[in-house]
């Protein structure tokens, strides 16, 4: 009987972490449609890209209800990129995206010469 009932457990648990990992992914679709605007807003500039700059730029920001993104910090080692990235950012739109309230999103930009 311990055994029939350790086995069920340990039949259980899988299917738990399976479920939950997919519920995970599904309770914030907005995130992934962020990433899908941003891959389109920002691009490696063809200036910067002939000066060499190069580094990761890490931005946190959060969307207004009209969808603007709002910068809220931006870190890296390269001042250029980081205008570079705050100015499109400002410029871009996520009007499709619902988001929670003040629900504050950080997303790595990398810019590397290949």
Known sequence: ?????????????PVLILLSSGMASAANPAAKCIREVLKEAVKYPDCLMKKGS??????VFTL???GKIQVKS??????EL??????????TSCS???SPYN???MVTF???LT
Do not use: W
Not at 1 to 13: D, E, G, N, R
Not at 82 to 91: D, P, Q, R
């Open 110 to 112: 990398k810019f590397r």
């Open 103 to 105: 629900q504050h999103y």
């Open 74 to 79: 931006v870190k890296t080692s390269c001042p």
């Open 54 to 59: 190069v580094g990761d730029v890490v931005v």
């Open 1 to 13: 009987m311990k055994t029939i009932s350790k086995i069920a457990i340990l039949l259980v648990i």
């Open 82 to 91: 980081a205008e570079y990235v705050k100015e499109k950012l400002s410029n």
């Open 96 to 98: 499709e995206v619902i």
């Open 64 to 66: 207004s209800d009209e």
